[in-house]
């Protein structure tokens, strides 16, 4: 369906990972909606809308994002988090793309201090660090946590064998 910008809407060009602007009054295709940002197609090619922005696209309704886990941390609660994650243009997270490698948790009396070695489909990818920021948005909210890091690593190099049966199944590679 396509929409409309009310308004000036930062967005992110997809490869590329730039910071643009896309103008009010720009007729934009939703492609995709998960993990709360919004994938938008124009005639100059595809981008990422924060979802915060999102209220700029005329006639759009977003859905309903998970809200952090309240209560007790737990690591399966990262693990949750992770999966509110996602590359905007592949519809599968990336706990089940097979990108995150290793997380670590150190708890302490001040707070939980956690660290993500994830990886990503394509060496010059340029939304990396847009996609490691939204996971480290995303566990920093999760209770007692007290920091977040999220590196990104190239070793081992990732395969679609490292995708899971879940995220096989989404993809129609079963």
């Given amino acids: 369906m396509t929409h409309k910008l009310s308004r000036d809407v930062p967005a992110t060009a997809i490869p590329a990972g730039d910071a643009v602007t896309l103008p009010a009054g720009s007729d934009v295709f939703v492609t995709q909606t998960l993990g709360g940002s919004v994938t938008v197609r124009t005639d100059r090619g595809l981008y990422r809308i924060a979802a915060e922005n999102a209220a700029a696209l005329e ?19 990262v693990w949750a988090a992770l999966k509110t994650c996602f590359d905007p ?13 290793d997380l670590a948790v150190d708890a302490s009396p001040t707070g939980n201090r956690i660290e993500v070695k994830m990886t990503l489909t394509a060496p010059g990818c340029g939304m990396g660090p847009v996609i490691a920021e939204d996971a480290r948005q995303k566990i920093s909210a999760l209770p007692t946590v007290e920091s977040a890091k999220v590196h990104i690593v190239w070793d081992p190099v990732w395969t679609p064998q490292m995708i899971s049966p879940e995220g096989r199944k989404v993809l129609g590679l079963e």
């Fill in 59 to 77: 006639g759009y309704t977003p859905s309903a994002e998970a809200a952090a886990p309240a209560g007790e941390f737990s690591e399966a609660a």
């Fill in 89 to 101: 243009e592949i519809p599968v997270n990336i706990v089940d793309l097979g990108l995150v490698y």
